[in-house]
């Protein structure tokens, strides 16, 4: 509820990607910050028309939403590309967008000249939002691929001439007026389909946002491995398995660092695998040193490039050795 003296503020958050998330993720409310922002983050709803699951947002008045479809007319908040119409169960879900809503201080809002209403909204923590958006989704973008193995990486490189803040729309309610939504331009985005594999629960939804809120980014190894699995979908195999064994070799060394380990003067991944104090408290799974460290020096200093199933097997040797060394907060 909007005090005497604040004015909520409704903001449309058009996420660069979609994001494929298990139904318990919709129809939920979630206390975060954006940008420095403090608020709820509101996600749609799903429902059946006829044998079609949708997603819908209920809540907003009808004017604000055909504004919204003014500029987005299809594909709104996202949508169901599978499901099972005999048990009525969705099977793939893509989140598309949200609404944030704050609270600011009426004085700190003016709005734009318009004959018919209010104009578009308009201050300085907007202009600070609408500026810091797309540095703080790709934190969020950055934990949820780490959490959760989905592949969100923007594929277009970035126009030389854009505004930031893309896909944001932005309006308040005083008084029961709707004002026009202030916006940015937004930018075509295309995403990996095998997102779909990894589907996005609600517990991991709700600890990247508080992740992403604290500030903090995931351990070097994690982005390694990340950049690793991200190469591999792209067919770059010969940097997928330089990234996996550079994940690996960091995380090591930090891991043994931290129990006195001692790994000698120059430590290389093939000698710091084989380190006995080292192997007696992490289980290194078989053929680590053919099937990682071989595939990984071939690719560095013969310019080989692997297979896809031997840059597969390396990166899953990759992923048991860190998710054991070097987990990530679960909660």
């Known amino acids: 509820m909007e005090s005497s003296s604040k004015i909520l503020v409704h903001m449309y958050v058009r996420l660069p990607v979609s994001l494929s998330v298990t139904?318990?993720?919709?129809?939920?409310?979630?206390?975060?910050?954006?940008?420095?922002?403090?608020?709820?983050?509101?996600?749609?709803?799903?429902?059946?028309?006829?044998e079609e699951p949708v997603l819908v947002f209920n809540g907003l008045q009808d004017l604000a939403l055909r504004r919204l479809k003014q500029h987005y007319e299809h594909n709104l908040w996202g949508g169901v590309s599978r499901w099972?119409?005999?048990?009525?169960?969705?099977?793939?879900?893509?989140?598309?967008?949200?609404?944030?809503?704050?609270e600011v201080e009426q004085t700190s809002i003016q709005y734009s000249n318009y004959l018919y209403g209010l104009g578009h909204p308009q201050g300085e923590q907007l202009t600070e939002i609408f500026s810091s958006y797309d540095?703080?989704?790709?934190?969020?973008?950055?934990?949820?691929?780490?959490?959760?193995?989905?592949?969100?990486?923007?594929?277009?490189?970035?126009?030389?001439?854009?505004?930031?803040?893309?896909?944001?729309?932005?309006?308040?309610?005083?008084?029961?007026?709707?004002?026009?939504?202030?916006?940015?331009?937004?930018?075509?985005?295309?995403?990996?389909?095998?997102?779909?594999?990894?589907?996005?629960?609600?517990?991991?939804?709700?600890?990247?946002?508080?992740?992403?809120?604290?500030?903090?980014?995931?351990?070097?190894?994690?982005?390694?491995?990340?950049?690793?699995?991200?190469?591999?979908?792209?067919?770059?195999?010969?940097?997928?398995?330089?990234?996996?064994?550079?994940?690996?070799?960091?995380?090591?060394?930090?891991?043994?660092?931290a129990r006195g380990i001692n790994l000698g003067a120059r430590p290389?991944?093939?000698?710091?695998i084989n380190n006995g104090p080292l192997q007696s408290l992490i289980h290194m799974p078989p053929n680590t040193q053919a099937k990682l460290v071989n595939t990984r020096n071939?690719?560095?200093?013969?310019?080989?490039?692997?297979s896809q199933h031997q840059t597969k097997a390396a990166i899953s040797i990759a992923t048991k050795i860190i998710t054991t060394a070097e987990p990530l907060p679960r909660s």
């Open 84 to 102: 099972n119409k005999n048990i009525r169960k969705p099977l793939v879900t893509h989140l598309k967008a949200c609404i944030f809503e704050f």
């Open 135 to 257: 540095e703080w989704f790709e934190d969020f973008r950055t934990w949820l691929e780490a959490l959760t193995m989905q592949d969100l990486e923007r594929s277009d490189r970035p126009k030389s001439m854009q505004m930031v803040g893309s896909g944001l729309l932005i309006w308040t309610e005083p008084n029961d007026l709707i004002s026009l939504p202030a916006s940015a331009n937004h930018i075509k985005l295309s995403i990996d389909k095998t997102l779909e594999r990894y589907k996005i629960s609600l517990p991991k939804m709700r600890l990247a946002l508080k992740l992403t809120e604290s500030g903090s980014l995931p351990p070097l190894t994690h982005i390694l491995l990340r950049d690793s699995r991200a190469a591999f979908r792209r067919r770059q195999y010969r940097r997928a398995v330089i990234d996996a064994g550079s994940a690996v070799e960091t995380c090591l060394k930090d891991y043994a660092a």
């Open 268 to 272: 290389m991944l093939g000698s710091i």
């Open 23 to 50: 139904t318990g993720c919709l129809n939920r409310s979630y206390r975060t910050s954006i940008s420095g922002i403090s608020g709820i983050l509101r996600t749609p709803t799903l429902e059946w028309t006829g």
């Open 298 to 306: 071939d690719a560095i200093h013969h310019n080989r490039v692997p």
